[in-house]
């Protein structure tokens, strides 16, 4: 197991193309606890970024994240990765290593933590030219890769990208199975009006009827927060205590963590949580399955919800999880636009057979956890 801080030096680097030889030297390191305002900073500053890259998101989830094998539950541990070139940091990358009883796991972002992405963050680099925006991203993920075969030994990496980073060939040409996912993105800029209007017939008489019935949706408390967990865990539609949403909502609460509960009168409905970040409010967990004298109310939860996001300034409403074809009979309604990211895959021939029997063989396979 490597020590936190240490600097991994690498020589020049060459790049196919490359007139000449590339004359510089990058470093890997393990971020410390000290750092995170550099790691914080440099999140912010990227269009990759999100608050899940966060370094108080990471270590929540480090806390809470598990994997389960032969029914064994395996505690999370946390690599916060970072690539230096002479112009600076070139990227992060936090990773999750699980020592299970047989190998070791590799995964970003971490199980059990309704996480839908995570992956690099990159330097913006607006400034150059498409060559070397390519041969950047290679020569960082190089590092990476080196590390976590060379240092970490794992038998299966799995990494999920942030929507934006489309350039999956490195990880291609490194041997890894890359399969496209989706997420939904609603561009709030036109307005209230105009999204209004471009909403299905279906699903403005949802809305319409909720608000006749006399549902009304406010912004919660964490106890509001419990109840939808209630909801979400008789459904079997989470995976973890409530203590890990209290942590994040303890930390987070109220600038970057809301709750959005419908109530009738005095009786609580259903609800869900918005988790805003820059210029992104993102329908993260909760609208779990409710009827109500008939019908949802979760349709005017989401309405609510996208009116906040525009009245505070934000530009796009995300309702993660497009990926989900329980989920897609509610979510398809909002006419949101799919915006793709990537699923990235390595497994050692071994380590395939053995997955593969203890799916048949095992009752205790929870689908949630991921592969």
Known sequence: MVQCGKIFIVGYQTGPHDETI?????????????????????????????????????KIVERYSFKYLFRKRTPSTLYPLG??????LVGIFPLYCYDTPLFRVVSSPAYAVE??????????SAGLIPENQQLLFLDFFREIDTYIRNTLHPRVILFHTSPGLSDMRPLMWSAYEVEPRYTYKID????????????????????????????????????????????LRERDRISQDFDFLHDLY??????????????HGDSRLSGNTLVTYKDTAYFWIGSPKYMFQGFSPNALVVWQG?????????????????????????KR??????????????????????RSVYRLASSKYDPKQGD
Request: proline share 3%; net charge neutral; glycine share 6%.
């Open 115 to 124: 996480n839908h992405y995570l992956g690099p963050v990159l330097r913006n």
């Open 83 to 88: 690539v230096y070139d002479n112009a600076g």
């Open 188 to 231: 709030l800029r036109s307005g209230k009006e105009a999204l209004w209007n471009s909403f299905p017939r279906n699903l403005k008489r949802m809305i319409q009827k909720a608000e006749k019935a006399g549902i009304v949706v406010r912004e919660g408390s964490e106890d509001d927060l419990r109840h939808i967990f209630n909801l």
């Open 250 to 263: 303890q930390r987070f609460h109220p600038e970057n963590f809301r709750v959005f509960i419908a109530y």
């Open 333 to 354: 309604k909002f006419n949101a636009s799919l915006s793709m990211y990537f699923t990235a895959r390595w497994v050692t021939p071994l380590t395939h057979v053995t």
């Open 22 to 58: 590339r004359e510089y030297r990058m470093q890997l390191k393990v971020f410390q606890e000290n750092e995170k305002q550099v790691w914080d900073s440099f999140v912010k500053e990227s269009e990759y970024g999100t608050i899940f890259h966060t370094w108080d998101w990471l």
């Open 306 to 330: 996208i009116l906040w996001a525009i009245e505070n300034g934000y530009s796009c409403y995300e309702i993660l999880g497009a990926d989900d074809i329980t989920l897609f009979p509610f």
